[in-house]
Each structure stands twice: as C-alpha cells, then as structure tokens.
C-alpha cells in the first residue's frame, strides 16, 4: 500500500543540466514537502506546498524550483545541476497527524 | 526561529540494555514533537508523536517543556531496534516538520 511515490530511486546527471524529480501521492494530503537528507546533516526543508499552485521556500531553496500543477503530484525542480546537489532527496506529504515519506532519489550530480 | 538538536551522532549499546537518545528543541510556542525511524534500506516512517502518548515497538518519549526536551527511551534494546532516528518538531506553520540531524543507534550482541 504505497502512498507516496518518487519516479527515480536513483539519478545520474551531468552539471548544468535541469533535473527533474517527480512525487505523487495518493492520500489527498494537500500539503507536500520536498527534504535533501544528508550525513551529519539530517532532513532539510527545501521547499512545501500547502494547495495546488501555493509553494513556499524552506531552509535551503537556493537552486531549486517546485511546481504543483495537481494536488497529488509535486515536482522539484533543478535550474542548472550542480555537484554540490548531489544527495538524497525525499519527498513528503502529510495529514494532521503524520507525513508519509517516499522512497527517496539519490542524485548524483557528475 | 525553531530548531531540534540531536547531540549524539551514533549511539551503540549492547542487546538488552537501556536506550535513551536524547533530543532537544527550540521554540517559543507550543511544539508538536515527533520521533521518525528509518530502517536499513527502508522509507523514513512515524515511530511516536507526543500528543498519543503510546509505546510503540517498546518506545516512549516524554515532552518536558522545562528542559524543552524529548527524549526517546527503550528499556531493552533488540537487534531490530538498529535504525537512524530522527526528532522532529512542528509548529503549525503549514504543518512544517523541522527535523533534528540524527542519530544512528546500533545495537550489538
């Protein structure tokens, strides 16, 4: 019973280039998140999303676009690659009482 | 603005033994405060919020707003207890989870 799935378990793309990660789920949550999670660094918010077409910046926005055409899909976007993009990324959304994480992309930026 | 500490980066005890991974927060108002667990190779999932006050897999954690803390506590760790974990806290603002950095516990033989 999976509820929230991102397209890719795992990426490779070459810098510069604009990457796309996909994530739907199917709890009719409206709000979503988009976290990069790293060693040492824990889950940092990049950017959420509380209705379809709202988005708000997270902690570390820099380099990174979203887009929320649907209520079930949210979409983070990167402008121009960079290696220093390289991580995993986890999408989430969430009710009132727990968010649901997906499986997680791992980017690796070259 | 509001932030989660978790001082120990690993913590590794022996089957058996008591675990308590500690978890510090900041923040003014009123804290929603959430322990999130990732096994090896799986998604990251709710292991506890304070507001149920329930024992999960063995699991407690307190809110004590004096020392805003909320530490997680097992008498008896298992093998199947070895995961990282996460705090998290909410203030309400767009359901927003500000998550701590980690602690990864393993627990040995």
């Known amino acids: 019973d999976v509820k929230v799935t991102q397209s890719s378990r795992y990426l490779v793309k070459r810098t510069g280039e604009k990457v796309f990660l996909e994530c739907v789920q199917d709890m009719d949550h409206e709000n979503m998140f988009w976290y990069r999670q790293d060693p040492g660094l824990g889950l940092r918010l990049i950017y959420f999303?509380?209705?379809?077409?709202?988005?708000e910046k997270g902690d570390i926005p820099e380099g990174y676009s979203v887009s929320r055409e649907k209520k079930e899909r949210f979409s983070l976007i990167l402008e121009s690659a960079s290696t220093n993009q390289t991580s995993m990324y986890l999408c989430?959304?969430?009710?009132?009482?727990?968010?649901?994480f997906g499986q997680g992309t791992r980017l690796t930026v070259v | 603005a509001q932030r989660v500490t978790q001082p120990e980066k690993l913590l590794s005890v022996f089957k058996g033994a008591p675990v308590e991974l500690k978890c510090n927060y900041s923040?003014?108002?009123?804290?929603?405060l959430f322990w999130y667990v990732q096994y090896s190779r799986q998604r990251l999932q709710l292991l506890l919020r304070?507001?149920s006050r329930e024992s999960i897999k063995g699991f407690t954690a307190d809110l004590n707003k004096g020392e805003t803390s909320f530490h997680l506590k097992k008498p008896f760790a298992q093998e199947e207890d070895s995961a990282m974990y996460y705090c998290a806290l909410d203030t309400g603002t767009a359901s927003k989870l500000t998550f701590g950095t980690g602690t990864r516990l393993q627990v040995t033989l």
């Open positions: 304070h507001i």
């Open positions: 989430a959304s969430r009710d009132r009482t727990e968010a649901f």
């Open positions: 923040y003014s108002g009123s804290p929603e």
């Open positions: 999303s509380y209705d379809v077409k709202m988005k």
